[in-house]
T-cell receptor
C-alpha cells in the first residue's frame, strides 16, 4: 500500500519552544492530509484538515494559532506546535489518501510522540 | 459533523472464542467504514473495511457487517488468538469532506 512518513518519531522539547512535525506521502500526491492527536489509552481525535495551497480547517476547540499547519506541496504537510506546554505532550499522527480518491483507505504516518518538559 | 460511538471499551475472550465490536455513526452521508488495529505506540493498521453499498465483507477470520438503515456496523473476529490482542478502532468517512472520525476504541484481550 501507499506510504506516509512522519518525522520525527519522537521529540522532547522545553516548555515555551516550538516543535515542527512533518508528514510526507512518499509515493502518492495528497491534496488533503489529516492531523490527529491521541492521548494515552484514548482514541484518535481529529485536530485539523490540511489543504494543499489553502488554509487548514480546524476542529472545534483546536487553537489554530497554537497548532500551525502548512501544506505547501502535494506531498508534505507540517504541524508546528507553538509555545509548547506540558499539556501539549501527546502522540500526534497524520493520515493521507491519494488525491482524487474518496471513501478509500487512509494511510497513517508512524506518529510523533511529543514530550514537553 | 460525524459522531462515531464504539462498544465495548474493553473485551476479554478466551482463545478460540469469537469477539464482536459494535459501532454506530450519526452522519447518513458517511459511506466508508474501516476498522483499524493499533498496537501500543504504533500507527493504526487497516484490518478490514466496508463501503456503504455492501452489507457484509469477510476476510478469513475477520468479518464486518453494515446496517445503513440503523447506521451501525460491527467487527467480528472468530477463532481468536493471543496475537489478536490490541486496541481496535472503528471509523467512518464521509464523501463530503473525506475526513475520517474514529470511535473511542476497544481494548481486546485474548487469553491463552
Amino acid at each position: 500500500g501507499a506510504v506516509v512518513s512522519q518525522h520525527p518519531s519522537w521529540v522532547i522539547c522545553k516548555s515555551g519552544t516550538s516543535v515542527k512535525i512533518e508528514c510526507r506521502s512518499l509515493d502518492f500526491q495528497a491534496t488533503t492530509m489529516f492531523w490527529y492527536r491521541q492521548f494515552p489509552k484514548q482514541s484518535l481525535m481529529l485536530m485539523a484538515t490540511s489543504n494543499e495551497g489553502s488554509k487548514a480547517t480546524y476542529e472545534q476547540g483546536v487553537e489554530k494559532d497554537k497548532f500551525l499547519i502548512n501544506h505547501a506541496s502535494l506531498t508534505l504537510s507540517t504541524l508546528t506546535v507553538t509555545s509548547a506546554h506540558p499539556e501539549d505532550s501527546s502522540f500526534y499522527i497524520c493520515s493521507a489518501s491519494p488525491s482524487g480518491t474518496f471513501n478509500t483507505e487512509a494511510f497513517f504516518g508512524q506518529g510523533t510522540r511529543l514530550t514537553v518538559v | 459533523g460525524e459522531n462515531v460511538e464504539q462498544h465495548p471499551s474493553t473485551l476479554s475472550v478466551q482463545e478460540g472464542d469469537s469477539a464482536v465490536i459494535k459501532c454506530t455513526y450519526s452522519d447518513s452521508a458517511s459511506n466508508y467504514f474501516p476498522w483499524y488495529k493499533q498496537e501500543l505506540g504504533k500507527r493504526p493498521q487497516l484490518i478490514i473495511d466496508i463501503r456503504s453499498n455492501v452489507g457484509e465483507k469477510k476476510d478469513q477470520r475477520i468479518a464486518v457487517t453494515l446496517n445503513k438503515t440503523a447506521k451501525h456496523f460491527s467487527l467480528h473476529i472468530t477463532e481468536t488468538q493471543p496475537e489478536d490482542s490490541a486496541v481496535y478502532f472503528c471509523a467512518a468517512r464521509t464523501g463530503n469532506n473525506n475526513d475520517m472520525r474514529f470511535g473511542a476504541g476497544t481494548r481486546l484481550t485474548v487469553k491463552p
